[in-house]
């Protein structure tokens, strides 16, 4: 009995997922294309023809260069050569993806929250959900991200987080092993390297944030464990970033110099206003629901407020450790958005003169630094 009962509240929120992903199953006989991104349809031939080079050459032959991240690869091989594997037509391989989205992301935050707040499962079980559904992976599958390696990190964020948490507040060596295993299993997420950065930013900020709250105290121990923690990273993706090291380098000085792309109007484009940013999504307005009109969910931007009142009302019920994550994910907010809505009000111009330091210049397109707001 305690077993069904304890595996019993999972069947619903997977009933929920495997029903959306049966009414939005996709019409036979289509792929999907656009100016960012294409299905791929002879993954088996990519897979057979693979190659990689030292230095910044890093490609595959075959299908327009779709797979031109060797980091990658892990990616492709389960959301794409498996079903290709099982003969899926590529639709159902569409919806095969949709659907190892919805479950791994919801199984990554449940986890997640439940290592860091154990208590309620129940609760988490359904709560878990808003975190695999919501407005910002919609817009992954509006638009074509959602079928590529580009947001996998999205799946990950939660346990990267966790782990990363436990190998600061308890560094052992079970810790370190499941926060390199992330680092690892997270890598086809980091394939574009802003993502990384963001990543890195997102962390640093944390530890910062839990510094000043008095949670982590700043001595000699701290600093050597976070040199530890650094060094185990890099040496866990190292086989990604170091041949990506000076593609990367020489990118951010082509952009810098303007040889790319004009930044200060890459950045204006790319600016989002804060209701945007709540809602998750940069271009709301041309994208379903809103573009019919659909003004009710606009609710969904006052989500994370009705969530931080919540919290602030059971405060009492929280302890120390958790008030103080709270409070660091505020933090952490708060920097995000001002990244995020660069020349939108309020201070606009202002905001933009960050982007003078030329390392932010990774984060001027959106969804790098939004992938983490949910």
């Known amino acids: 009995m305690k077993f069904i009962n304890k595996y019993l509240g999972f069947a619903i929120p997977f009933a929920i997922i495997i029903y959306s992903v049966v009414i939005n199953k996709f019409p036979d006989g289509y792929i999907y294309t656009s100016g960012d991104y294409a299905q791929p349809v002879n993954i088996k031939y990519v897979f057979e023809q693979i190659f990689y080079v030292w230095g910044n050459k890093i490609s595959a032959i075959g299908e327009g260069g779709f797979q031109s991240w060797f980091a990658a690869i892990p990616y492709y091989l389960v959301f794409y050569r498996i079903p290709d594997i099982l003969n899926f037509t590529g639709s ?39 975190y695999a559904f919501n407005l910002t992976t919609l817009y992954f599958y509006e638009y074509t991200w959602g079928f590529s390696h580009h947001i996998f990190l999205y799946i990950t964020i939660p346990i990267l987080f966790t782990t990363f948490y436990k190998s600061l507040k308890e560094p052992t060596l079970r810790n370190f092993s499941f926060y390199i295993l992330s680092l690892v299993i997270s ?25 000043l709250q008095g949670t982590i105290k700043l001595n000699k121990i701290t600093i050597i464990l976070l040199a530890q923690i650094a060094v185990l990273s890099i040496f866990a993706i190292s086989y990604w970033i170091l041949p990506m090291l000076s593609f990367a380098i020489e990118g951010i000085k082509d952009i810098s110099m303007g040889k790319v792309f004009n930044s200060n109007d890459w950045l204006r484009s790319q600016s989002a206003n804060i209701t945007s940013i709540l809602i998750g999504n940069q271009n709301y307005k041309i994208f379903y629901p809103f573009k019919y009109g659909a003004k009710l969910f606009y609710l969904f931007a006052l989500t994370p407020i009705i969530l931080f009142i919540y919290l602030l009302k059971n405060q009492k019920k929280l302890n120390k450790e958790n008030s103080s994550i709270i409070v660091s994910f505020l933090g952490i907010l708060g920097v995000f958005v001002l990244l995020i809505k660069k020349s939108s009000q309020p201070f606009g111009e202002l905001t933009l003169n960050l982007f003078q330091f030329q390392p932010l210049m990774i984060f001027r397109s959106y969804e790098k630094l939004a992938i983490f707001i949910p």
Request: charged fraction near 5%.
């Open 92 to 130: 159902q391989t569409l919806s095969f993806i949709l659907f190892l989205f919805l479950c791994l992301s919801y199984i990554s935050f449940y986890f997640a929250a439940k290592s860091l707040s154990p208590g309620n499962y129940i609760f988490l079980k359904y709560f878990s959900l808003l």
């Open 187 to 211: 890598i086809s997420g980091f394939a574009n390297a802003a993502f990384f950065g963001a990543f890195v930013l997102y962390s640093t900020l944390f530890v910062l944030f839990q510094i």
